[in-house]
């Protein structure tokens, strides 16, 4: 759900714009308090004015319900006070005053529409047992109000001494006076107030969507600046590091941008070297072989075991030329995304045991021992070819980069999901400063050394995509002048994306 919403989010026109979705978040942030306000208050006003008008009402009525009581009305309605005052009141008020005697019959209608009927309602009742209630009928626009018109009658005197207690009065409630009153006014003053607080409230929209667009082109600004300093390094005008510092974030991402900048120039003089490094390697045998063979034609009744010394050496010249293409075809090959990985279920125990019987050989020319340690039976998914490849590489360099009667040891352990293979020596090592660069591709760490000793700088890389494609990870713990160990942790079942 949360993905079609976004999807549906980024297909709407500007929004996908940090610059309008500030603009828009501003106008509501503006917008949404201004509505509520204007609610709450049009709410309130209309709320006070009617409990107002209510307690007005109920006032003004008590005091009638004396006079009614003063002068006897509801035994005769025809004294003239107070008919005179119900009909002032009513209006006063724009309303009906109805008078109701204790069985429920009207006695008075300042309309004079309903007199001699009977009325029994909820409201009436509780007027009967003394209660004074109100209703406000916002719909109809007017109030509801039950005065009840009681006699007070105090309490019979005793023998009994009086105590702290208050005596209170007997109240009983004659009749009824049932009063409409009408909100006609009130509803007006409410109209003209919703009508000058919507024009308070566009006046106020007109004024954020200005305020918004205004900060949300100035709160981008940077951003733009960050742009255009990218758009110019990107078309050489600018070879600088760039610095626009305005936010915190935009700090971080010129940060990483100059850091990646600074990492592709490394790379681009890396790709010079290497095109430097590799003409010289491919270019030495060719040249040599060129030697040899122009060295066979240009003699006169050459001695066949001459022949076959510079056959021979031309041979290992092919070789060597063989090597670096390869390195290079396999470089280009684990790039590939789409790879195939021709996946086996195989005993990696058996699997180191063959790669240290092939590079033992080597080993022996330096007296370097090639140690295997394996604690348990060891099983898992791989392509044997690269796996083999990658940890060939491994061993190698361990090999070559050693010193004389030196070690190469590799360890082989798991757990129930990860291999552990742990190729450790005790070599001429690598600097702390270059251990982060190792696996780039190109790359050599002592580039005078490495040329005596052969290669093209390709084989760390090569080995790090083989087992970055088993989904695996390599840690590199290395001391200069002490050796060095690598880590590789594959997973024993291989998990597709």
């Known amino acids: 759900m949360k993905t079609i919403w976004k999807r549906l989010f980024n297909k709407i026109p500007g929004l996908r714009s940090l610059k309008y979705r500030i603009f828009f978040i501003i106008l509501a942030v503006g917008i949404i308090p201004t509505m509520i306000l204007r609610y709450a208050i049009l709410q309130n006003y209309e709320e006070r004015a009617v409990s107002v008008r209510i307690s007005d009402v109920q006032n003004q009525f008590k005091i009638l319900a004396d006079h009614l009581i003063t002068y006897n009305y ?20 724009d309303g009906r005053v109805i008078i109701i005697d204790q069985n429920c019959n009207i006695i008075k209608d300042t309309y004079a529409i309903s007199e001699g009927k009977t009325i029994i309602s909820e409201e009436v ?24 018109i009681i ?86 005008f600018n070879t600088e590091a760039i610095s626009v510092m305005d936010y915190e974030e935009t700090e971080h991402i010129i940060t990483a941008f100059n850091e990646l900048l600074g990492r592709m120039r ?51 010249e092919i070789e060597r030329e063989n090597k670096i293409i390869n390195d290079l075809l396999s470089l280009v090959k684990m790039d590939k995304t789409s790879t195939d990985m021709n996946i086996e279920n195989i005993s990696l125990n058996e699997l180191i045991e063959l790669i240290l019987k092939r590079l033992r ?89 490495s040329r005596e000793i052969g290669g093209t700088g390709l084989g760390l890389a090569i080995a790090r995509n083989a087992i970055l494609m088993h989904r695996g990870f390599i840690e590199v713990e290395s001391e200069e002048g002490a050796g060095t160990q690598i880590t590789i942790r594959i997973p024993i079942i291989f998990v597709s994306k």
Not at 377 to 396: C, G, Q, R, W
Request: proline share 3%; net charge negative.
């Open 74 to 93: 509801l035994s005769d309605t025809s004294s003239e006070v107070v008919n005179a005052e119900l009909a002032m009141l009513a209006e006063l008020y």
């Open 125 to 148: 009742m509780l007027g009967m047992k003394g209660q004074t209630s109100s209703n406000y009928d916002a719909h109809n626009q007017y109030i509801e109000v039950i005065t009840p």
């Open 151 to 236: 006699e007070t009658k105090p309490k019979e005197e005793t023998s009994e001494p009086e105590t702290d207690a208050v005596i209170q009065d007997d109240v009983a409630a004659k009749s009824v006076m049932l009063t409409s009153v009408s909100t006609d006014n009130i509803a007006t003053n409410v109209e003209i107030l919703r009508s000058q607080a919507t024009t308070l409230q566009m006046l106020a929209v007109v004024v954020l969507l200005a305020l918004a667009w205004f900060l949300a082109n100035v709160l981008v600004k940077p951003f733009d600046r960050v742009t255009t300093a990218i758009r110019e390094t990107k078309e050489g």
């Open 266 to 316: 490394v790379l681009d003089e890396s790709r010079q070297e290497f095109v430097s490094n590799v003409s010289h390697e491919l270019k030495t045998p060719i040249t040599s072989m060129k030697v040899l063979a122009d060295s066979l034609i240009a003699q006169e009744n050459v001695p066949v075991e001459l022949y076959q010394e510079f056959m021979v050496d031309i041979a290992d």
């Open 361 to 449: 050989p080597i080993a022996k020319q330096r007296h370097i021992d090639v140690l295997y340690e394996s604690e348990r039976e060891v099983h898992a998914e791989v392509d044997e070819v690269k796996l083999t490849l990658a940890l060939s590489n491994f061993v190698e360099n361990g090999i070559k980069y050693n010193n004389e009667y030196g070690y190469v040891k590799v360890s082989l352990n798991a757990d129930h999901q990860y291999a552990t293979i742990v190729v450790e020596d005790n070599g001429v090592g690598i600097p702390e400063e270059e251990l982060e660069h190792i696996f780039e591709r190109f790359y050599r760490v002592d580039k005078s050394h």
